[in-house]
């Protein structure tokens, strides 16, 4: 936002955003100019009240490395470059103010302060334009803002990157609040999440990035060290793996009427079920319970990484207390098959789950045994069982005695 009457331009924005769990790290560096020297205050709009520091460049360049180096073999040959990120003479000299404003009243009176208390005119806070924009955002429950004042010329100058870290139930970058500068811009977010993210995932106004001449997706895993290369505070946001994704918008900044906001869903690269030989039995009964792993789908593939997949399988109670367990790691598929007998009357849940080095759930599955216990104890069953064969033993003995007397008490006089 100009704070006097210049034309301000926005050609360029690039972002790191790392989300899980609902923690983001943003780490941002726009490309800005105006046609005259100017002091501008860039507004940024945030869900969450956030932790704010000092970034590098040098993240960029690590992701960029990182584009290069997992790309695919079969198009390395004919990649023909498009993956560099470019910055522009380097500006520093962040003063960064964080406000909590629940209304745009609130907002708009406190910016025209701040300016005014920076030596600048009050008037020029907010136009009608940005006032829509930030009314917009103030709808939706953003309460946090962070105002940044940069000193501003008339050639393209990258301000150096800020990290931003905040709670945010989905990956979140703001798009519509740099509608208020002019011209055509390119925006280019690299996204790091625990899972994939879909080309159905994004605005319509956005598309994925892609190597060219191949247009293959640039879309891999990250292991826990490419997660440092990037940022040292990444490997705390991420257990393990994470995927990396490009998002792109290219076009007028007057049409970014839309924000991204993605909550990813799991991809079921892997898959587990468990069955068991009968879902109602009776107390003492020995029971079959098999659980199948499947470790990779057709079309998915595995970073190589040093790792393994712990296969749990457990019987718990009504009360969730675990009865039984069993355990394996594999590095590939797995099918068990393990028996297991109720002591007691009860509705039982066999659940079956794969963990990511034993410390991340991946996949579960889970069924019921149902375990009564029988109207007569089989000990009472195999007594009467057994008397009944003595008595039908008898009866027979003495029939057979009976007959063969017969013909000597017949012939008696």
């Known amino acids: 936002m100009p704070v006097k009457d210049v034309d301000v331009y926005g050609p360029g924005q690039r972002a790191v955003i790392a989300w899980n769990k609902g923690v983001e790290r943003l780490i941002l560096s726009t490309d800005l100019y105006a046609h005259m020297e100017t002091r501008i205050l860039e507004v940024l709009p945030l869900p969450s009240q956030p932790t704010v520091e000092k970034a590098s460049f040098e993240s960029f360049r690590a992701v960029q490395d990182l584009m290069i180096m997992k790309m695919p073999r079969a198009i390395a040959t004919q990649y023909k470059g498009g993956l560099e990120v470019v910055f522009h003479e380097k500006i520093g000299a962040h003063d960064v103010t964080i406000v909590r404003a629940i209304s745009l009243t609130e907002l708009t009176s406190f910016m025209a302060d701040y300016l005014e208390k920076n030596g600048m005119d009050r008037r020029m806070a907010v136009s009608e334009e940005t006032k829509r924009i930030l009314g917009d955002y103030s709808a939706r429950g953003f309460n946090y803002w962070v105002f940044d004042l940069v000193d501003l010329y008339s050639t393209t100058r990258s301000l150096e990157p800020l990290a931003y870290q905040f709670q945010s139930s989905s990956i979140y970058y703001p798009m519509k609040v740099s509608s208020v500068a002019k011209g055509r811009t390119e925006i280019v977010l690299y996204l790091i999440a625990s899972d994939l ?108 990484v040093v790792h393994f997949h712990e296969i749990r399988l457990e019987v718990l109670d009504s009360n969730g207390v675990r009865k039984q367990a069993w355990e394996w790691r594999t590095n590939s598929d797995l099918r068990q098959v393990v028996l297991w007998r109720p002591q007691s009357e009860d509705n039982y849940v066999v659940r079956a789950s794969s963990w990511w080095n034993g410390e991340r759930l991946e996949v579960d599955a889970h069924t019921s045994i149902a375990a009564a216990r029988e109207a007569f104890p089989k000990e009472i069953l195999w007594l009467l069982g057994g008397a009944l064969v003595a008595v039908i033993c008898i009866l027979v003995g003495a029939g057979i005695t009976y007959l063969l007397l017969k013909p000597r008490v017949a012939k008696r006089p």
């Not at 319509?204 to 895993?221: A, E, H, N, W």
């Not at 799991?266 to 068991?276: D, H, M, Q, Y």
């Not at 039995?281 to 029971?287: E, K, N, P, Q």
Request: glycine content about 6%; hydrophobic content about 40%.
């Open 197 to 304: 993210i879909k080309e159905s995932d994004i605005p319509p106004k956005m598309r994925l990035g892609r190597y060219i001449p191949s247009d293959q997706v640039v879309q891999f895993q990250l292991t826990p060290q490419d997660l440092e290369r990037v940022d040292p505070q990444l490997n705390k946001l991420f257990s393990g793996q994470a995927w990396f994704t490009t998002v792109k918008y290219s076009g007028l900044l007057a049409e970014l009427d839309f924000d991204l906001q993605i909550v990813p869903q799991p991809t079921l690269c892997r898959t587990i079920s468990v069955r068991v030989n009968e879902s109602t039995g009776h107390v003492g009964d020995t029971l079959t319970i098999g659980v199948d792993f499947v470790h990779l789908l057709p079309g998915c593939v595995e970073i190589m």
